[in-house]
Nanobody, 127 residues
Framework: QVQLVESGGGLVQTGGSLRLSCAAS????????MGWFRQAPGNEREFVGA????????YYAGSVKGRFTISRDNAKNTLYLQMINLKPEDTAVYYC????????????????????WGQGTQVTVSS
């Protein structure tokens, strides 16, 4: 089992940048495929990006590709989401998620595939 805590959200102007962090408890972080999701008011939770347990594979939603970068530091038990060129439509609560996997190159894009979730961090992009 793993506990996840997001941080780094805030208010930023259009075109600005933020880096979100997701700190994981325990010493098995390297065994988990990780993902970022977001949910805006009135909308369903949507996939943002995913990364395999050893960082060999990353995958992004089309709406953020080229602007967001997902990375992880297994030694620090931390997942990151670097966001640049932010737009008002990026405004949402951002969640990190984890799922234990047996192979290095596995990642997931569906929220239903993830077993553990953080509490979320708010990102607001003003126009």
């Amino acid at each position: 089992q793993v506990q996840l805590v997001e941080s780094g959200g805030g208010l930023v102007q259009t075109g600005g940048s933020l880096r979100l962090s997701c700190a994981a408890s325990g010493n098995t972080f390297s065994l988990y495929a990780m993902g970022w999701f977001r949910q805006a008011p009135g909308n369903e939770r949507e996939f943002v990006g995913a990364i395999s347990r050893s960082s060999t594979v990353t995958y992004y939603a089309g709406s953020v590709k080229g602007r967001f970068t997902i990375s992880r530091d297994n030694a620090k038990n931390t997942l990151y989401l670097q966001m640049i060129n932010l737009k008002p439509e990026d405004t949402a609560v951002y969640y990190c998620a984890a799922r234990s996997v047996s192979y290095n190159d596995i990642y997931y894009v569906s929220s239903a595939d993830y077993a553990y979730w953080g509490q979320g961090t708010q990102v607001t992009v003003s126009s």
